[in-house]
DNA sequence: AAAGCGGGGGG
DNA sequence: CCCCCAGCTTT
Protein backbone atom coordinates (compact mmCIF):
# COMPACT_ATOMS: atom_id res chain seq x y z
CA UNK A 1 0.00 0.00 0.00
CA UNK A 2 1.65 3.19 -0.63
CA UNK A 3 1.12 6.40 1.58
CA UNK A 4 -1.99 7.60 -0.15
CA UNK A 5 -3.65 4.64 0.80
CA UNK A 6 -2.33 3.77 3.89
CA UNK A 7 -3.24 7.51 5.19
CA UNK A 8 -6.85 7.13 3.52
CA UNK A 9 -7.13 3.76 5.63
CA UNK A 10 -6.25 5.70 8.85
CA UNK A 11 -8.43 9.04 7.90
CA UNK A 12 -12.02 6.12 7.59
CA UNK A 13 -11.27 5.83 10.81
CA UNK A 14 -9.91 8.14 12.82
CA UNK A 15 -11.28 11.72 11.21
CA UNK A 16 -13.75 14.20 12.98
CA UNK A 17 -16.92 14.76 12.35
CA UNK A 18 -17.03 18.49 11.00
CA UNK A 19 -19.83 20.46 9.34
CA UNK A 20 -18.10 20.92 6.25
CA UNK A 21 -16.98 17.31 5.28
CA UNK A 22 -20.95 16.94 5.02
CA UNK A 23 -21.33 18.91 1.93
CA UNK A 24 -20.09 19.29 -1.73
CA UNK A 25 -21.60 22.84 -1.95
CA UNK A 26 -18.82 24.99 -2.95
CA UNK A 27 -20.20 28.17 -1.36
CA UNK A 28 -20.35 26.36 2.05
CA UNK A 29 -16.63 24.52 1.44
CA UNK A 30 -15.34 28.18 0.35
CA UNK A 31 -16.72 29.88 3.52
CA UNK A 32 -15.11 27.38 5.48
CA UNK A 33 -11.84 27.06 3.83
CA UNK A 34 -11.29 30.72 3.94
CA UNK A 35 -11.95 30.89 8.24
CA UNK A 36 -9.70 28.01 8.35
CA UNK A 37 -7.05 29.97 6.79
CA UNK A 38 -4.15 30.25 9.47
CA UNK A 39 -6.30 29.37 11.96
CA UNK A 40 -7.50 26.10 14.24
CA UNK A 41 -10.51 24.23 13.91
CA UNK A 42 -11.66 25.13 16.90
CA UNK A 43 -11.17 28.72 16.56
CA UNK A 44 -13.26 28.87 13.30
CA UNK A 45 -15.92 26.64 13.85
CA UNK A 46 -18.21 29.02 16.09
CA UNK A 47 -17.73 31.39 12.87
CA UNK A 48 -18.62 29.10 10.40
CA UNK A 49 -21.49 27.97 11.86
CA UNK A 50 -22.28 31.85 12.38
CA UNK A 51 -21.58 32.87 8.68
CA UNK A 52 -23.69 30.20 7.62
CA UNK A 53 -26.52 30.65 9.81
CA UNK A 54 -26.38 34.60 8.78
CA UNK A 55 -25.67 33.65 5.01
CA UNK A 56 -26.80 30.50 3.94
CA UNK A 57 -25.98 31.29 -0.17
CA UNK A 58 -23.65 33.14 -1.89
CA UNK A 59 -26.23 35.79 -2.60
CA UNK A 60 -27.10 36.23 0.71
CA UNK A 61 -23.48 37.37 0.96
CA UNK A 62 -22.98 39.15 -1.55
CA UNK A 63 -26.01 41.67 -0.04
CA UNK A 64 -24.16 42.11 3.28
CA UNK A 65 -22.36 45.68 3.95
CA UNK A 66 -18.44 45.37 4.74
CA UNK A 67 -19.89 46.71 8.63
CA UNK A 68 -21.74 43.32 9.26
CA UNK A 69 -19.17 41.51 7.42
CA UNK A 70 -16.18 42.69 9.51
CA UNK A 71 -18.30 42.93 12.66
CA UNK A 72 -18.75 38.82 12.25
CA UNK A 73 -15.73 38.23 11.46
CA UNK A 74 -14.76 40.14 14.99
CA UNK A 75 -12.11 38.33 16.87
CA UNK A 76 -10.89 35.79 14.13
CA UNK A 77 -7.68 38.17 13.21
CA UNK A 78 -6.69 38.81 9.39
CA UNK A 79 -9.73 40.80 8.94
CA UNK A 80 -8.55 41.21 4.99
CA UNK A 81 -9.91 37.50 4.74
CA UNK A 82 -13.59 38.95 5.22
CA UNK A 83 -13.12 41.83 3.05
CA UNK A 84 -12.03 40.08 -0.01
CA UNK A 85 -14.90 37.50 0.74
CA UNK A 86 -17.58 40.22 0.47
CA UNK A 87 -15.65 41.19 -2.67
CA UNK A 88 -15.99 38.01 -4.13
CA UNK A 89 -19.17 36.98 -3.12
CA UNK A 90 -20.23 39.89 -5.23
CA UNK A 91 -18.73 39.11 -8.15
CA UNK A 92 -19.81 35.42 -7.91
CA UNK A 93 -23.22 37.36 -7.77
CA UNK A 94 -22.88 39.28 -10.81
CA UNK A 95 -20.14 36.79 -12.72
CA UNK A 96 -21.94 33.32 -12.29
CA UNK A 97 -25.50 34.41 -10.98
CA UNK A 98 -24.89 33.34 -7.76
CA UNK A 99 -23.73 29.84 -8.65
CA UNK A 100 -20.17 29.36 -7.04
CA UNK A 101 -17.91 28.07 -9.30
CA UNK A 102 -16.19 24.83 -8.19
CA UNK A 103 -13.04 24.50 -11.01
CA UNK A 104 -9.63 24.93 -9.95
CA UNK A 105 -9.03 27.33 -12.84
CA UNK A 106 -11.79 29.77 -11.75
CA UNK A 107 -11.68 29.64 -8.52
CA UNK A 108 -7.96 30.68 -8.37
CA UNK A 109 -8.82 33.96 -10.18
CA UNK A 110 -11.33 34.56 -7.08
CA UNK A 111 -9.73 37.49 -4.83
CA UNK A 112 -8.70 35.79 -1.30
CA UNK A 113 -8.22 32.08 -2.83
CA UNK A 114 -4.55 30.69 -3.67
CA UNK A 115 -3.26 27.76 -4.45
CA UNK A 116 -4.51 25.82 -1.31
CA UNK A 117 -7.91 26.99 -1.58
CA UNK A 118 -8.31 26.34 -5.43
CA UNK A 119 -7.19 22.66 -4.90
CA UNK A 120 -9.35 22.22 -1.47
CA UNK A 121 -12.56 23.39 -2.94
CA UNK A 122 -12.19 21.92 -5.97
CA UNK A 123 -11.16 19.04 -5.03
CA UNK A 124 -14.14 18.59 -1.94
CA UNK A 125 -17.15 19.90 -3.99
CA UNK A 126 -16.19 18.38 -7.71
CA UNK A 127 -13.10 15.76 -7.04
CA UNK A 128 -10.97 17.55 -9.47
CA UNK A 129 -7.72 15.87 -9.16
CA UNK A 130 -5.79 18.60 -7.72
CA UNK A 131 -3.27 18.15 -4.33
CA UNK A 132 -3.76 20.62 -1.76
CA UNK A 133 -0.55 21.86 0.17
CA UNK A 134 -1.20 23.70 3.53
CA UNK A 135 0.88 23.54 6.35
CA UNK A 136 0.11 19.88 7.43
CA UNK A 137 1.10 18.73 4.50
CA UNK A 138 3.78 20.15 4.41
CA UNK A 139 5.18 18.45 7.29
CA UNK A 140 3.91 15.36 6.78
CA UNK A 141 5.87 15.05 3.85
CA UNK A 142 9.22 16.62 5.35
CA UNK A 143 9.08 14.11 7.74
CA UNK A 144 8.33 11.31 5.44
CA UNK A 145 10.23 11.98 2.93
CA UNK A 146 13.35 13.56 5.09
CA UNK A 147 13.18 17.01 2.86
CA UNK A 148 15.22 19.50 4.38
CA UNK A 149 14.34 22.36 1.94
CA UNK A 150 12.83 25.39 3.34
CA UNK A 151 8.94 25.26 3.42
CA UNK A 152 8.31 28.92 2.91
CA UNK A 153 11.16 29.47 0.04
CA UNK A 154 10.36 29.64 -3.53
CA UNK A 155 12.03 26.55 -4.59
CA UNK A 156 10.66 24.71 -1.51
CA UNK A 157 7.02 25.75 -2.65
CA UNK A 158 7.71 24.09 -5.53
CA UNK A 159 9.33 20.95 -4.50
CA UNK A 160 6.15 20.28 -1.92
CA UNK A 161 3.54 20.84 -4.55
CA UNK A 162 5.44 18.47 -7.53
CA UNK A 163 5.74 15.73 -4.82
CA UNK A 164 2.08 16.44 -3.51
CA UNK A 165 0.62 15.95 -7.21
CA UNK A 166 2.71 13.16 -7.70
CA UNK A 167 1.16 11.53 -4.11
CA UNK A 168 -2.28 12.75 -5.00
CA UNK A 169 -4.70 9.43 -5.25
CA UNK A 170 -6.43 10.76 -8.63
CA UNK A 171 -9.56 8.48 -8.41
CA UNK A 172 -10.17 10.05 -5.02
CA UNK A 173 -9.15 13.60 -4.45
CA UNK A 174 -11.16 14.18 -1.88
CA UNK A 175 -10.82 11.33 0.51
CA UNK A 176 -6.90 11.69 -0.14
CA UNK A 177 -6.70 15.52 0.39
CA UNK A 178 -8.88 15.33 3.81
CA UNK A 179 -6.69 12.30 5.14
CA UNK A 180 -3.44 13.94 4.55
CA UNK A 181 -4.35 17.32 6.30
CA UNK A 182 -6.45 15.31 8.64
CA UNK A 183 -3.62 13.30 9.58
CA UNK A 184 -0.69 15.89 9.84
CA UNK A 185 -3.15 17.65 12.03
CA UNK A 186 -4.11 15.05 14.43
CA UNK A 187 -1.40 12.56 14.44
CA UNK A 188 1.70 13.92 13.00
CA UNK A 189 1.59 17.39 15.26
CA UNK A 190 4.19 20.45 15.22
CA UNK A 191 4.98 19.14 18.65
CA UNK A 192 5.24 15.29 20.00
CA UNK A 193 4.11 13.75 17.31
CA UNK A 194 2.17 10.31 17.83
CA UNK A 195 4.46 8.08 16.20
CA UNK A 196 4.01 5.50 18.34
CA UNK A 197 0.48 4.62 16.85
CA UNK A 198 1.07 5.94 13.36
CA UNK A 199 0.42 3.48 10.36
CA UNK A 200 3.54 4.89 8.54
CA UNK A 201 5.90 5.17 11.10
CA UNK A 202 8.47 2.61 9.59
CA UNK A 203 9.16 4.31 6.46
CA UNK A 204 9.08 7.59 8.09
CA UNK A 205 12.64 9.70 7.62
CA UNK A 206 11.99 11.26 10.55
CA UNK A 207 11.32 8.42 12.73
CA UNK A 208 13.99 6.29 11.47
CA UNK A 209 16.23 9.12 12.05
CA UNK A 210 14.93 10.93 15.05
CA UNK A 211 14.39 13.77 13.24
CA UNK A 212 10.72 15.16 13.68
CA UNK A 213 11.58 17.61 15.90
CA UNK A 214 13.58 19.25 13.03
CA UNK A 215 11.47 18.67 10.50
CA UNK A 216 10.20 20.71 8.47
CA UNK A 217 12.51 23.44 8.00
CA UNK A 218 10.92 26.78 7.61
CA UNK A 219 13.40 30.11 7.32
CA UNK A 220 12.27 32.45 10.05
CA UNK A 221 12.37 36.53 9.08
CA UNK A 222 9.65 38.25 11.40
CA UNK A 223 10.85 41.28 12.64
CA UNK A 224 8.89 42.45 15.37
CA UNK A 225 8.16 46.35 15.44
CA UNK A 226 6.87 47.82 18.99
CA UNK A 227 3.92 50.56 18.72
CA UNK A 228 2.49 52.60 21.24
CA UNK A 229 -1.22 52.79 21.35
CA UNK A 230 -3.20 56.04 23.79
CA UNK A 231 -6.81 55.22 23.39
CA UNK A 232 -8.69 58.22 24.90
CA UNK A 233 -12.06 57.76 26.23
CA UNK A 234 -14.60 60.50 25.67
CA UNK A 235 -17.73 59.78 26.60
CA UNK A 236 -21.36 62.17 26.19
CA UNK A 237 -23.66 60.74 27.81
CA UNK A 238 -24.67 57.83 27.13
CA UNK A 239 -22.73 58.01 23.69
CA UNK A 240 -19.34 57.04 23.47
CA UNK A 241 -16.62 58.59 20.39
CA UNK A 242 -15.35 56.60 17.84
CA UNK A 243 -13.11 56.56 15.08
CA UNK A 244 -13.36 54.41 11.85
CA UNK A 245 -9.89 53.39 10.87
CA UNK A 246 -8.54 53.82 7.18
CA UNK A 247 -6.43 51.35 4.93
CA UNK A 248 -2.59 51.23 4.96
CA UNK A 249 -2.06 49.91 7.87
CA UNK A 250 -3.64 47.20 10.65
CA UNK A 251 -7.57 46.87 11.21
CA UNK A 252 -8.28 48.33 8.37
CA UNK A 253 -12.11 49.84 8.02
CA UNK A 254 -12.74 48.86 11.77
CA UNK A 255 -14.03 50.96 14.76
CA UNK A 256 -11.43 51.86 17.66
CA UNK A 257 -11.57 54.49 20.04
CA UNK A 258 -9.62 58.13 19.13
CA UNK A 259 -6.14 57.30 18.90
CA UNK A 260 -2.82 58.94 19.52
CA UNK A 261 -0.07 57.12 18.43
CA UNK A 262 3.62 57.80 19.88
CA UNK A 263 7.11 56.80 19.17
CA UNK A 264 7.21 55.35 22.68
CA UNK A 265 5.79 54.95 26.18
CA UNK A 266 3.73 58.66 27.35
CA UNK A 267 3.00 59.15 31.18
CA UNK A 268 0.03 61.07 31.46
CA UNK A 269 1.08 64.32 32.04
CA UNK A 270 2.97 63.87 28.86
CA UNK A 271 -0.06 62.54 27.05
CA UNK A 272 -1.67 66.28 27.82
CA UNK A 273 0.87 68.15 26.37
CA UNK A 274 0.81 66.54 22.65
CA UNK A 275 -0.74 68.96 20.34
CA UNK A 276 -2.74 65.92 18.67
CA UNK A 277 -4.50 66.21 22.18
CA UNK A 278 -6.10 69.29 21.05
CA UNK A 279 -8.50 68.01 18.48
CA UNK A 280 -10.18 66.23 21.26
CA UNK A 281 -9.63 67.63 24.82
CA UNK A 282 -11.79 70.34 26.39
CA UNK A 283 -10.74 74.48 27.53
CA UNK A 284 -11.01 72.86 31.09
CA UNK A 285 -9.07 69.36 30.93
CA UNK A 286 -9.37 66.17 33.06
CA UNK A 287 -7.34 63.00 32.34
CA UNK A 288 -7.65 60.28 34.04
CA UNK A 289 -6.28 56.59 33.32
CA UNK A 290 -8.47 53.89 33.33
CA UNK A 291 -6.33 50.97 32.75
CA UNK A 292 -2.89 49.65 32.91
CA UNK A 293 -0.58 49.47 29.46
CA UNK A 294 -1.94 46.52 28.09
CA UNK A 295 0.56 44.84 25.60
CA UNK A 296 -1.60 43.13 22.62
CA UNK A 297 0.24 40.57 20.64
CA UNK A 298 0.02 40.61 16.70
CA UNK A 299 2.25 38.42 14.54
CA UNK A 300 4.84 41.83 13.55
CA UNK A 301 4.18 43.66 15.78
CA UNK A 302 4.05 44.18 19.89
CA UNK A 303 1.23 47.32 20.89
CA UNK A 304 1.97 48.51 24.03
CA UNK A 305 -1.84 50.02 25.08
CA UNK A 306 -3.09 52.53 27.48
CA UNK A 307 -6.96 53.77 27.72
CA UNK A 308 -7.64 57.14 29.48
CA UNK A 309 -10.47 59.15 29.98
CA UNK A 310 -11.03 62.45 29.24
CA UNK A 311 -12.87 65.35 29.29
CA UNK A 312 -13.92 65.80 25.53
CA UNK A 313 -15.06 68.70 23.32
CA UNK A 314 -18.37 69.02 22.39
CA UNK A 315 -18.13 68.67 18.44
CA UNK A 316 -15.41 68.90 15.61
CA UNK A 317 -13.16 65.99 16.03
CA UNK A 318 -13.18 65.66 12.17
CA UNK A 319 -13.35 63.73 9.58
CA UNK A 320 -14.44 59.40 10.41
CA UNK A 321 -14.86 60.76 14.11
CA UNK A 322 -18.62 60.01 15.58
CA UNK A 323 -20.22 59.74 18.83
CA UNK A 324 -22.59 56.60 19.00
CA UNK A 325 -24.37 55.35 21.78
CA UNK A 326 -22.90 52.08 23.75
CA UNK A 327 -25.61 49.87 23.24
CA UNK A 328 -24.49 50.27 19.23
CA UNK A 329 -21.10 49.32 20.11
CA UNK A 330 -21.96 45.18 19.31
CA UNK A 331 -22.71 46.42 16.11
CA UNK A 332 -19.29 48.04 15.18
CA UNK A 333 -16.70 46.07 14.12
CA UNK A 334 -13.85 46.19 17.15
CA UNK A 335 -10.35 45.14 16.98
CA UNK A 336 -10.19 42.42 20.26
CA UNK A 337 -7.59 44.81 22.31
CA UNK A 338 -10.64 47.63 22.02
CA UNK A 339 -13.57 44.77 22.45
CA UNK A 340 -11.89 43.46 25.70
CA UNK A 341 -11.31 47.08 27.40
CA UNK A 342 -14.91 47.98 26.38
CA UNK A 343 -16.67 44.77 27.57
CA UNK A 344 -14.56 45.55 31.03
CA UNK A 345 -14.62 48.88 31.63
CA UNK A 346 -18.44 49.58 30.70
CA UNK A 347 -19.95 46.80 32.64
C1' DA B 1 11.84 37.39 -2.57
C1' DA B 2 10.15 39.66 1.35
C1' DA B 3 6.92 42.01 4.09
C1' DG B 4 2.36 42.66 6.05
C1' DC B 5 -1.69 40.88 8.12
C1' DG B 6 -4.76 38.69 14.18
C1' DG B 7 -5.57 36.20 17.56
C1' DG B 8 -5.30 32.10 20.24
C1' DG B 9 -3.29 27.75 21.97
C1' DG B 10 0.38 24.48 23.28
C1' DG B 11 4.89 23.14 24.96
C1' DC C 1 9.53 32.41 25.84
C1' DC C 2 8.89 30.08 21.34
C1' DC C 3 6.28 28.04 17.39
C1' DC C 4 2.20 26.97 14.75
C1' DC C 5 -2.45 27.26 12.81
C1' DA C 6 -7.02 23.93 6.24
C1' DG C 7 -2.48 31.19 3.53
C1' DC C 8 -3.06 35.28 0.61
C1' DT C 9 -1.90 39.82 -1.16
C1' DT C 10 1.06 43.46 -2.03
C1' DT C 11 5.46 45.48 -2.84
Redesign the pocket.
Known amino acids: MDLSAQLIKWYQANK?D?P??HTTDPYV?WL???I?????????LPYFNRFLEKYPTVSHFAAATEDEVLNLW????????GR?MLYTARLVQELYRGQFPSSYDQL?S???????????ISS?SANEAKA?V??????VLARYYGIDEPI????G?KTFQSLADGLLDKNRPALHN?AM??F??MLC????PACGICPVHLDCYAFKNNATIAL?V????????KRYFNYLLIMRGDEILMHKRGA?????N?YQLPLIETAGPTELHNLMELPQMQQFMADNVSLSPVSQVYK????????YVSFTKVDGKTGGYGEGYFFTEVKNLKNLA???????FLTKFLN
Do not use: C
Not at 248 to 252: A, S
Open positions: RLWRISEILQQTRVEQGQGLGYYSRNILKGIGEYTAAAFVDGNVYRNSTGKQMEGAKPKNPKLKTVKIRGDIWTMHVLTHQHLLPQIIFL
